[in-house]
């Protein structure tokens, strides 16, 4: 029996994959929505690519639960989404989250205690939303699993199944949790790293600074791995670098991107939690403490800027409406 599958959050990944999913499973695909936007969906579509799809829409009006939920919004919007997911779930829906750092899957299972909550990574996509159009050349790999997969269960078999079909290039790995914690130094050293050099990949093999400000911001999450029990080495760091070097040059990462488009970042995510789990352990962690402070700094001044002009046009459009 084909699953039914929605998907919340259609920023530049969930866009991106979603036209996967709406391409081989149109009827049993559902874009989860709330309000606003849901009615925008539903009005105006998903454009990407350049290209317009309509998929359907499940506004939690009298909507049935679904087999598989793909959460694909920012770290900042989880709790807001977690209320509007409560909507869609059964206690047989399976969910997986396809967010940056270590914190969603834990924080969904706490939501849905009595839901299976996968482990969910996204590598090497090249996802870009730029205004209302949502650009990609890969999706990357996809990687799902439980915390250990040497044996795979039946559900993950008919999930990784379900996602392999369309095209998508999905992955189990044995140790996931360890996984997800290799994609969080990405996070820490290509991510921060390039907000405060300004540099799309071409400079990270040309510029000897960045590549240290890369090993050094990483190693503090080497110490901290050992006191999470996680099987993380300076190999594991040093390969990392490798595929970041030889990554296409003139790509940028999404933190940049948001950067450069004036959106939030997931700066708390990243450099924050290095910092929290520092303290829990008793590890310094003066590198991301630096990083944190630099661009938590840099993101409360543009979105100042950003409100105060915001604010300015919409006082002038009143004036214009008046006269």
Request: proline share 3%; glycine share 6%; with cysteine.
């Amino acid at each position: 029996m084909t699953m039914n599958i929605g998907i919340i959050g259609m920023g530049a990944v969930g866009g991106a994959i979603s036209t996967y999913l709406y391409d081989t499973y149109k009827d049993n695909f559902y874009v989860l929505a709330i309000g606003t936007r849901a009615e925008k969906i539903i009005k105006n579509g998903v454009i990407v690519n350049n290209q317009h799809f309509f998929p359907k829409v499940l506004t939690g009006k009298n909507d049935k639960p679904l087999d598989l939920i793909i959460v694909t919004v920012k770290n900042y919007s989880l709790s807001d989404t977690i209320k509007d997911m409560k909507f869609f779930v059964n206690n047989n829906t399976i969910i997986l989250p396809l967010l940056n750092g270590i914190s969603a899957r834990d924080e969904l299972k706490a939501a849905f205690p009595d839901n299976k909550v996968l482990y969910g990574i996204i590598i090497r996509t090249d996802a870009n939303r730029t205004s209302n159009n949502i650009t990609f050349s890969t999706t990357g790999e996809i990687q799902i699993g439980y915390e250990n997969n040497q044996s795979i269960s039946e559900d993950l078999n008919k999930i990784y199944k379900t996602l392999a079909a369309t095209g998508l290039n999905v992955k189990i790995y044995d140790d996931m949790k360890k996984m997800l914690w290799r994609k969080w130094l990405v996070n820490i050293g290509a991510n921060q790293v390039s907000v405060e050099s300004s540099a799309e990949f071409e400079y990270f093999g040309k510029v000897p600074e960045i590549i240290e400000l890369m090993k050094i911001s990483m190693d503090e999450i080497l110490e901290i791995a050992k006191c999470e029990n996680v099987n993380l080495t300076k190999k594991d760091r040093d390969e990392i670098i490798d595929i970041l070097i030889n990554y296409p040059p003139y790509k940028k990462t999404s933190m940049l991107q948001d950067i450069e488009a004036n959106r939030p970042t997931e700066i708390d995510y990243f450099a924050g939690k290095v910092v929290e789990l520092g303290k829990k352990h008793n590890i310094p962690t003066p590198v991301n403490y630096t990083l944190y402070l630099a661009i938590k700094a840099k993101e409360k001044v543009y979105l100042d800027k950003k409100n105060k002009l915001e604010q300015g046009l919409n006082k002038y459009e009143k004036v214009i409406a008046k006269n």
